[in-house]
């Protein structure tokens, strides 16, 4: 197709996604890891947190979550009776993937006396395990709130919970579980970007590898490396993170060199998360049209793993998040 005519489909697949949405009075909720075509259709762009709190208040009738499997999942389960919709069904995370429920549910009975903290990047089995959820915006104002001689075990990314032990000092179990997204960057490389651009600012999310988070200047969740490089004098940055947020990045900072971390392996695209890219604007259109896929969640589990999201959500609050 010539670059005219892709231009006026994707005009006429924007057009029609605009009707449906109104007349099926639905939300477009996308990730900052979606393509740029949808993170500009949404009706919020945000992370993990930002996603959830939107699910949760909504007054639309439908919510299109543009993000992974797990992101619909806690949408449906803090909004049971409004239809959740996900582009592509198939946008997993290898994160979650990590932690089998009852794999999970097993390492809990052999540590018994622990509180059960999860990284929001699981599926609802594992939610309704858990007594806290937590996401890498709130994990450590949500760990400091517990008692000091509480025993936590922290499952499943192993990079953000020995990040979380060593801002708060806390000996929390760990699961053995991480992105195969975040595990990827390249310490020797990313130090060679640092020669050529010494006034770069290394800004890293918690799930890379310790190595690559000893030598960033700023540590944190998606919407915290955004807010740090806005709120930033400085003009340069070295983005440790999936790509799909320089999007963002370089539209409220156009005037910002942002470079993103290169991954070990040469030939790969390693940096970017392929379930995340897994939606496009055409299935975006698609399942408002169809009205599926549809994410469900059974309703034994979904009333145990509200729990764990709400109290996530009330903490949040208290802290402001
Ligand atoms: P955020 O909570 O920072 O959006 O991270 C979500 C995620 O999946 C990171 O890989
Ligand atoms: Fe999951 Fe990693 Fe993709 Fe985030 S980047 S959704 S943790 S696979």
New binding site residues.
Partial sequence: MSVNNSLKSEKKIIEQINLLRREKDALILA???QDAAIQDIADYV????A?AQWAAKTQNKMIVMCG?HFMGETAKILSPYKKVLIPDKEAG?S?ADSCPADDFEAFINENPGHTVISY??TTAAVKALTDIVV???NAKQIIDSLPEDTNIIFGPDKNLGSYINSVTGRKMLLWDGA?H??EQFSLKKILELKEEYPNAQILA?P?CRKYILEVADHV??????LKYATDSTLNEFIIA??WGIMHELKKQNPNKTFIAAPPEEEECVCNE?SYMKLNTLKKLYLCLKNEEPEITVDENVRVKAVKSIERMLEISAQYGL
Avoid: P, R
Wanted: charged residues 10%; negative net charge.
């Fill in positions: 990730h900052f890891y945000g992370d993990s947190l996603l992974v995370c994160l929001v990047n996401t890498s915006s992105c997204v975040h999310h799930e944190g969740s998606t919407s915290s490396i993170t999936e998360c």
